[in-house]
């Protein structure tokens, strides 16, 4: 895995299950937010499946696209893509009916100084999309940062862990959830709430973070003692198998890896790889932020790329200098400030 063209072909290879599923979804697939980090390859990966179905429905992308050529390449792959302000109500008013949503569109760096646009991202807008989209199903991404801190060999907060957020981007992160569940029960919008953390994309994500850190000299704190990852693909494949499951009213699921993964191992794991001894700073607590996704796995299986896999992929993708995303998780502040 040494180019973004194999990462690319990697990310959007749908399964013969994908396919099955969407072939029993009716309607158009409407995707907000779909500029992101994960939006691009969740899109193309979904079109790819439906063509395979041979499906007429529209996969239709919507974000700002600023910069690059994403939208582009999404077009020239059969997407349908508007270039919309969700945050603006003319550009809300005007999008496309669609049976099923994806929405992907969130806050979370620069919250600090910045609480009310980070509110008005994760909890407004997601509540405005459910009651213009309030007769469709919708698969909303959420984040595990909803849970509280939990002790490490507890297997992870599950579906039915009460609500802990720390920090002002959990907090708004629950709002969202709670917005959405108030429109499934007011208006009967069918919705599924996915909390996940993290997904591995090789130009992004906890692994690079810790083996750039590894690589580079730099120190890797191990506070956060423990982590839980998953293959993107594999994430993206569950939010859109996921729509089968939305319903009123409203139902969680945890969407990650199923180990809890020690960062103090990560980096060993990198060092010997890349042939650096790590700068390992801070002790590990007895708590951290982690999930328990085995419903998750009961439903649609394991991810599709294991760790070790994905752990000689970075170190791999690293060495060859292939191209990477100034996009830290921070995953180890513990106080929730980003």
Known sequence: MRSEAELDEALTRPSETLIESL???????????????MGPSLVRLARRAMVEAGLSSRVIAVSRFGSGDTAERLSAEGVEV????????????????????????GAKFGTTGNEH????????????????????????FSTGNVYPLVPVHSGGATEATRPGPLGEYAMSCLGRERLLEHASVTFGTRVVLLRLNYAIDLRYGVLL??????????PVDVSMGCVNVCWQ??????????????????VSLNVTGPETVSVRHLAEAFGARLGVEP??????????LLSDATEAHRLFGYPTVALGRLVDWTAEWLRS????????????????SY
């Open 23 to 37: 072939s029993d979804l009716d309607g158009d697939l409407v995707v907000l937010g779909a500029g992101g980090k």
């Open 82 to 105: 508007i270039r919309a302000d969700i945050g603006d109500e003319r550009d809300l008013d005007r999008l496309p009916e669609a049976a099923n949503v994806v929405y992907m569109a």
């Open 117 to 140: 646009r980070t509110w008005h991202a994760n909890s407004y807008l997601p509540g405005r999309i459910a009651e213009r989209y309030r007769g469709a199903r919708i698969a909303a």
């Open 209 to 218: 973070d810790i083996a750039r850190r590894v690589r580079d000299g730099e």
């Open 233 to 250: 693909g594999w994430a993206n494949e569950v939010a859109l198998r996921a729509l089968h499951l939305a319903a009123v009213p409203a």
């Open 279 to 288: 700068l390992i700073v801070g002790e590990e607590s007895g708590s951290a």
């Open 321 to 336: 200098g292939a191209p990477v995303w100034d996009k830290p998780t921070k995953f180890e502040r513990r106080d929730g």
